[in-house]
């Protein structure tokens, strides 16, 4: 599995240590679905879980984290996401 696929990637991997949450899902799925979208804008980005994972994932967090200078921009890509598919 890939790090970016990798649910445990612990802190500081990749990203480095100024890694920032800019959003929190319940759903790998959906976790997985912003940063995919955010890669796809050119802002690289991972999904971590905190919390405990498997089965069904019910006890975990995921958030989908990017470099903190990467902030701004990730946070108007989605908001801007997220209002085209609301309509």
């Given at each position: 599995?890939?790090?970016?696929n990798d649910h445990?990637?612990?802190p500081g ?7 920032t949450?800019?959003?929190t899902?319940?759903?790998?799925m959906?976790?997985?679905?912003v940063r ?7 802002i ?7 919390g405990v ?5 019910t006890l975990?967090?995921?958030q989908v ?5 990467d902030v701004?921009e990730?946070?108007?890509l989605?908001?801007a996401?997220?209002?085209?598919v609301s309509?």
């Amino acid at each position: 599995m890939s790090p970016e696929n990798d649910h445990s990637t612990p802190p500081g991997r990749g990203l480095g240590t100024t890694a920032t949450p800019v959003f929190t899902s319940q759903q790998t799925m959906e976790a997985d679905i912003v940063r995919g979208m955010l890669d796809a804008g050119g802002i690289e980005a991972e999904t971590w879980s905190v919390g405990v994972t498997g089965y069904g994932n019910t006890l975990a967090t995921f958030q989908v984290m990017v470099r903190a200078e990467d902030v701004e921009e990730a946070k108007t890509l989605i908001d801007a996401i997220a209002e085209d598919v609301s309509g």
